[in-house]
């Protein structure tokens, strides 16, 4: 059984990219299952320092790591992106606040965006998966998708930056989306489908 190892210990990230593995490319080479494991179930608990200037960039870092235990290494790197902001948070999504701290990050952001007017609150998600294998072979996918930032929270599920980022499709925020929704439309499913094409194809 073929192991895959993502670089993350973040449990709403890997549920969703695990979801989409199992459903696009669920077996290797010789049929069997992925086993998928997280940092964590691999004792990995050194830093990963996240140094890149592109979500490529921190994408690779962080599978690439991985890949030199043994593994196949898949990690994911994405944020927000707003045009106002001119592109902020980007690559520094996760610790906009200086902590990684959900609540912080979205403190920060609408005192940030507190004057610029409804119409002027474009924004975009951005995920880049990143696949590295031990041999040194690398895949890598980006997804976006595109939101406008509200004033206030909307919706109690999801995580990051999802109650404030609309897709005006659905007329939902990320958080007032079920799984099956937010996994439809979003980046990360994006970059998913686009990912899992070029894994089912290296793994012929």
């Known amino acids: 059984m073929s192991k895959i190892v993502m670089a993350s210990n973040n449990r709403h990230k890997i549920m969703e990219i695990e979801t989409f593995i199992r ?7 010789d049929g069997k299952p992925y086993e998928i494991l ?29 890949a030199k235990l043994g593994y196949i290494g898949i990690a994911d790197d994405s944020g927000l992106c707003v045009d106002a902001l001119n592109g902020e948070p980007g690559v520094y999504s996760a610790r906009y606040a200086g902590g990684h701290d959900d609540a912080d990050n979205n403190k920060k952001l609408l005192k940030n965006l507190k004057d610029v007017p409804a119409e002027k609150r474009s924004a975009h998600f951005v995920s880049v998966i990143a696949c590295v294998f031990p041999d040194g072979r690398e895949l890598v996918a980006r997804g976006e998708c595109p939101g406008t930032m509200l004033f206030d929270y909307r919706g109690n599920g999801g995580f990051g930056y999802d109650p404030l980022f609309l897709y005006e ?26 990912f899992a094409k070029l894994f089912a194809k290296e793994n012929k």
Do not use: Q
Request: some cysteine.
């Open 23 to 29: 459903a696009l490319c669920p077996n290797d080479k």
């Open 169 to 194: 499709p659905m007329g939902k925020t990320f958080a007032e989306m079920n799984a099956e929704e937010k996994n439809s439309i979003s980046h990360r499913a994006r970059a998913m489908e686009k």
């Open 38 to 66: 997280s940092l964590s179930d691999i004792n990995f608990t050194d830093d990963i320092i996240e140094d890149g200037e592109t979500f490529e960039d921190n994408a690779l870092i962080k599978a690439r790591t991985v």
